[in-house]
T-cell receptor
Framework: DAKTTQPPSMDCAEGRAANLPCNHS???????VYWYRQIHSQGPQYIIH???NNETNEMASLIITEDRKSSTLILPHATLRDTAVYYC????????????FGTGTLLAVQP | GAVVSQHPSWVICKSGTSVKIECRSL??????MFWYRQFPKQSLMLMAT?????????EQGVEKDKFLINHASLTLSTLTVTSAHPEDSSFYIC??????????????FGPGTRLTVL
């Protein structure tokens, strides 16, 4: 699986958009970009995933660059409950769909 | 969304005893389940991949004889920590992949089990 690089921490004001970057410069053509988050002492929660095109769901938007070497997760209106560690993961989504977690970004939403 | 449960949510045991942790997919069939371990202030570390009806595949460095995994049905996988020692104290998390929903590739995670070995 390709490695990802994320900033260790970020702050965001409540109500503002949170933009979380991720670099995955060695991503292969068949690998997807997944985002999960983990609130303290809970299991990770799926947010969104994509291959080439930008994706949007009720939680977030995922913007993938044309060369697929980086992506940005956007939380449009961050709330205090969005404070969590956000993990960007690349995987081929094959039969085993193994997720290898990196260190993630601790997003702290400030009131 | 799909729900995965774990039982127990926390357990304290004496050194040398064995502890079993259950992972259940409540509203879908999980052909594949995964077990992770997380130490304080660290990321999740994948321990093993469990496929229903077959032997688990362990990640490098994980002792298969110490961490016994059984995936006897499409909704249940168990992790048994045998002869537990204080260094096995950790947060154990399972996840399950919906094997029936076609192109749904997301994994659904359980709430985790906090193991403390005295």
């Amino acid at each position: 699986d390709a490695k990802t690089t994320q900033p260790p921490s970020m702050d965001c004001a409540e109500g503002r958009a949170a933009n979380l970057p991720c670099n995955h410069s060695t991503i292969s053509g068949n690998e997807y970009v997944y985002w999960y988050r983990q609130i303290h002492s809970q299991g990770p929660q799926y947010i969104i995933h994509g291959l080439k095109n930008n994706e949007t769901n009720e939680m977030a938007s995922l913007i993938i660059t044309e060369d697929r070497k980086s992506s940005t997760l956007i939380l449009p209106h961050a709330t205090l409950r969005d404070t969590a560690v956000y993990y960007c993961i690349v995987t081929d989504g094959g039969a085993t769909n193994k997720l290898i977690f990196g260190t993630g970004t601790l997003l702290a939403v400030q009131p | 969304g799909a729900v995965v449960s774990q039982h127990p949510s926390w357990v304290i045991c004496k050194s040398g005893t064995s502890v079993k942790i259950e992972c259940r997919s409540l509203d879908f069939q999980a052909t594949t389940m995964f077990w992770y371990r997380q130490f304080p202030k660290q990321s999740l570390m994948l321990m093993a991949t469990s496929n229903e009806g077959s032997k688990a595949t362990y990640e490098q460095g994980v002792e298969k004889d110490k961490f016994l995994i059984n995936h006897a049905s499409l909704t249940l996988s168990t992790l048994t920590v045998t002869s537990a020692h204080p260094e096995d104290s950790s947060f154990y998390i399972c996840s399950a992949r919906d094997g029936i929903a076609g192109d749904r590739d997301e994994q659904f995670f359980g709430p985790g089990t906090r193991l403390t070995v005295l």
